[in-house]
């Protein structure tokens, strides 16, 4: 009897290693689309609140004189916004606020200097602080809007994008209304009259929020590109 031939060697196939890895810096696709179009919405409700509003230049005073006796206490705020301006007058707790547009202002003022027959120089001295006020408050509104329609254009951008629809550098939108924002701010700020001395207007809260638009709408552009580079 002849032995029975040995059984091949079995040969061992190397395991596959699973290698986990490594999560992108930049997020999901997904999450960094959600914290875009949320510094953008963010950034576009900021601007819209602070352009809408009448408190761009603010200033507080209050005097107490004393008369036969008895004290009184004035308290004056003034607030100019883009278009408007409005005057608070409190007498011992008593207020009294009158508002008025500022375009409408200067024309009423123009036509008061003509029916007075006043001259050119005249009516500058008398109703150039108005004008300069309306002025910047148009030119800084004009820009501002721009900005904003920058970044209403950014949120179609982004929606098409999850369509499928691309815009050629629509990355750099956020940047176009962050700098289209800012330069209103900025031309309203220098074309604004130089105040009468003794008097030191401030910054409102409007101001301040279209500032801080400003700021979420360039770190939305900011945020998506350093997302998308580490992606």
């Avoid at 002025?135 to 329609?149: D, K, P, Q």
Wanted: charged share 10%.
């Amino acid at each position: 009897m002849q032995p029975a031939p040995a059984p091949p060697a079995a040969t061992h196939q190397p395991v596959p290693v699973a290698t986990p890895s490594t999560p992108a810096v930049g997020g999901s696709p997904d999450r960094t689309m959600w914290i875009h179009t949320g510094l953008i919405v963010t950034a576009l409700l900021l601007s819209v609140l602070g352009v809408l509003g009448d408190s761009w230049s603010v200033e507080e005073t209050s005097n107490t004189t004393d008369i036969l006796g008895e004290e009184f206490t004035v308290t004056t705020e003034l607030k100019v916004g883009l278009d408007d301006l409005s005057a608070t007058v409190c007498t011992n707790g008593e207020c009294v606020t009158v508002a008025d547009d500022l375009s409408d202002a200067y024309d009423n003022c123009t036509s008061l200097a003509s029916d007075l027959e006043y001259n050119s120089s005249e009516t500058e001295e008398m109703c150039g602080t108005t004008g300069d006020m309306a002025s910047a408050g148009f030119t800084g509104t004009l820009f501002i809007s721009l900005g904003i329609i920058a970044l209403i254009a950014t949120l179609i951008a982004t929606f098409m994008g999850t369509r499928g629809t691309h815009f050629p550098f629509s990355q750099h939108y956020p940047f176009g209304g962050a700098a289209l924002i800012l330069i209103g701010i900025v031309a309203w700020w220098l074309m604004m009259p130089e105040p009468p001395e003794g008097s030191d207007p401030s910054l409102g809260s409007n101001a301040w929020l279209t500032i801080a638009g400003v700021a979420f709408a360039a770190g939305a552009g900011g945020y998506s590109i350093f997302a998308g580079s580490h992606t």
